[in-house]
């Protein structure tokens, strides 16, 4: 079955450390999306790609980079982890190209990854 | 700004109704959806509707939406244990190249046997 998988699901790193979250979508979507979800912010996205060498910000991207290689990765690499990253990342994707709210382009997630920064 | 509100705990007993609010500021918003977390895991689309409707149906769960009022709520039936789980509201916004979701920030559902 077509899914998407998030790998580790658990980090624990140290202030100052590079740090990469893979996502893998076997969907062949063209979107990706990474958010976080912390306690009184909900869900706020930082990176996102419509396709193979698109990426853009979003609402929090500083201190974040993705790259899009190909259709099923989106690793998302903290450069410099800080105690402020920590938090549950969700990667998601969806089919197509059309506007990001549409209905017929439900957003699927992956599992999340719990990452720690000390 | 772009604003979306939710109260963040319900709590009910099983077999009961459960309603869960969602208030936003964006008028122009043309989707509004709902999401269901359940613990440990990611969001699952559960329902959606247009801002050119004001009520849908499937199965236990509701949709009603007062666009004069800004308001989206989401229904269930006959609420069980199963549906405990941290519910998200999420408005659509179409503008020129600015296409995104804003999300609220969950509401908690906590079912009572």
């Known amino acids: 079955d077509a899914e998407i998988t998030q790998s580790p699901r658990h980090k624990i790193t140290e202030t100052g450390r590079q740090v990469t979250l893979a996502c893998h979508q076997t969907w062949n979507h063209n979107n990706m999306f990474w958010y976080r979800q912390d306690l009184g912010h909900g869900l706020r996205l930082i990176h996102y790609?419509?396709?193979?060498?698109?990426?853009n910000k979003g609402e929090v991207s500083d201190g974040y980079s993705v790259s899009r290689s190909n259709t099923e990765d989106l690793p998302l690499t903290l450069e410099s982890a800080a105690s402020s990253q920590t938090s549950v990342y969700f990667c998601?994707?969806?089919?197509?190209?059309?506007?990001?709210?549409?209905?017929?382009?439900?957003?699927?997630f992956g599992p999340g990854t719990r990452l720690t920064v000390l | 700004g772009e604003d979306v509100e939710q109260s963040l705990f319900l709590s009910v007993r099983e077999g009961d109704s459960s309603v869960i609010n969602c208030t936003y500021t964006?008028?122009?918003?043309?989707?509004l959806y709902w999401y269901k977390q359940e613990p440990g895991a990611g969001l699952q689309l559960l329902t959606y509707i247009f801002s050119n409707m004001d009520m849908k149906q499937d199965q236990r769960l509701t949709v009603l939406l007062n666009k004069k009022d800004k308001h989206l709520s989401l229904r269930i039936a006959d609420t069980q244990t199963g549906d405990s789980a941290i519910y998200f509201c999420a408005v659509g916004k179409s503008a020129g190249n600015n296409r995104k979701l804003i999300w609220g920030l969950g509401t908690s559902l906590a079912v009572n046997p």
């Open positions: 964006d008028s122009s918003s043309t989707y």
């Open positions: 998601a994707s969806r089919p197509g190209l059309a506007a990001p709210d549409a209905p017929y382009n439900e957003q699927f």
């Open positions: 790609s419509y396709g193979v060498q698109d990426t």
